[in-house]
């Protein structure tokens, strides 16, 4: 701090001012139980969460080019961090991006994942002005902070709309994305790239992104996701 110049430890003292005055407006609320002054993900929570060790954390997918895609998830999808991402994406609780992102750039961590970009898997438009937020990009937002790669939000988009994942089987999921994406070449190129989603369920999506951005050129594709059901 002490060699840090005026206008920087300025901008520092309003932010924490500003985060001061913030947190007494608007106490965080635990997204897990709902408790407030204990962060928005409290300590009961995080020790009820059941975060994956490095072996468990893998999961492969297959493509269909018979290539595998490697998807690494933090935790369980199962109580209380189900209610967190409920909170997350449907109450209007975007500030647990932050909290849920740090588990993600740790068990990324552990695994040694690296890439040269990070590509959220994104929403259509009307899903974006529906939520207000894609999700996906929020954690990979932070995630990239801690990864050191960009986010490359221009990557990969949602041509078409689909129906929410949540509602459907298997199958249903598979024909409900195919062919909803479009990589940016330009972007894509040689690259090794690091998709980041929420929830891994049957892996739909992921595969269909993988898919389109290896087509697009993609040199590798690797997934992390918070939470696999
Ligand atoms: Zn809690």
């Known amino acids: 701090m002490s060699r840090m110049s005026a206008p920087a430890a300025a901008i520092v003292h309003t932010r924490r001012a500003l985060t001061f005055l913030l947190d007494l407006l608007y106490p965080p609320r635990c997204g897990g139980c709902g408790k ?27 493509l269909p080019s018979g290539e595998s895609l490697t998807v690494i998830s933090a935790a369980k ?28 750039s740790a068990i990324g961590k552990a695994n040694s994942l690296s890439a040269d970009a990070i590509v959220p898997v994104p929403l259509h438009a009307t899903r974006l002005r529906e939520r207000g937020f894609n999700q996906s990009l ?55 790239l690091m998709l980041v989603d929420d929830i891994l ?14 087509r697009a050129g993609a040199r590798r594709v690797i997934a992390l996701t918070l939470a696999r059901a």
């Open 36 to 62: 407030y002054g204990e962060g928005w993900w409290c300590a009961a929570c995080n020790g009820q969460t059941q975060w994956l060790n490095v072996r468990d954390s893998q999961t492969a997918l297959e």
């Open 77 to 104: 999808f199962a109580p209380p961090l189900r209610e967190g991402i409920h909170r997350f994406k449907y109450d209007g609780q975007p500030q647990l991006a932050e909290a849920f992102a740090a588990y993600m």
């Open 138 to 192: 929020l954690l990979a937002r932070y995630v990239s902070v801690t990864a050191g790669s960009l986010v490359e939000v221009r990557a990969l988009r949602r041509v078409r709309p689909t129906q929410q994942q949540a509602h459907l089987g298997a199958t249903a999921r598979k024909e409900n994305v195919r062919d909803a994406f479009a990589a940016l070449p330009e972007l894509v190129e040689g690259r090794a």
């Open 201 to 214: 369920t049957t892996g739909a999506t992921l595969v269909e992104c993988a898919n389109v951005l290896y």
